[in-house]
């Protein structure tokens, strides 16, 4: 029997909503777990409940983790459309100008 769809909203009630938090950080500790190990990836997930306490997971050291999402981002950032577009176009006048070189030197 499947199970009916629930209304993504807060829960009022404190109790419910602690337990619901303690149930799905379980689940989600346990699936960061399983994507760990199944996939071979490197996996950190940091959560802080609503009474500021801090849970946290990772399959390798946490600062590495940091660490190595720090550089992606840095890199990603130096990748933007707008950067990489001016890249193409550096790059295509280069050819373009090494093209017109090289016909000058053969037009003989």
């Given amino acids: ?5 629930i209304a993504i909203r807060r829960i009022d009630n404190p ?7 303690s149930k799905r950080k379980s689940g989600l500790i346990k699936k960061a777990k399983e994507l760990a190990i199944l996939c071979d990836a490197q996996v950190g997930v ?3 409940s609503s009474t500021g306490r801090l849970y ?3 399959s390798s050291s946490m600062k590495s983790i940091f660490d190595r999402y720090n550089e992606e981002k840095e890199h990603h950032q130096l990748l933007t459309p707008s950067s ?3 890249l193409w176009r550096t790059e295509a006048e280069r050819l373009r100008q ?4 090289l016909q000058e030197n053969y037009s003989c």
């Fill in 46 to 48: 940091t959560i802080f």
């Fill in 15 to 21: 109790a419910s909503r602690q337990v619901t938090f």
């Fill in 1 to 5: 029997m499947a199970r009916g769809k």
């Fill in 98 to 101: 090494q093209m017109e070189d």
């Fill in 56 to 58: 946290e997971y990772s």
């Fill in 84 to 86: 990489a577009a001016k």
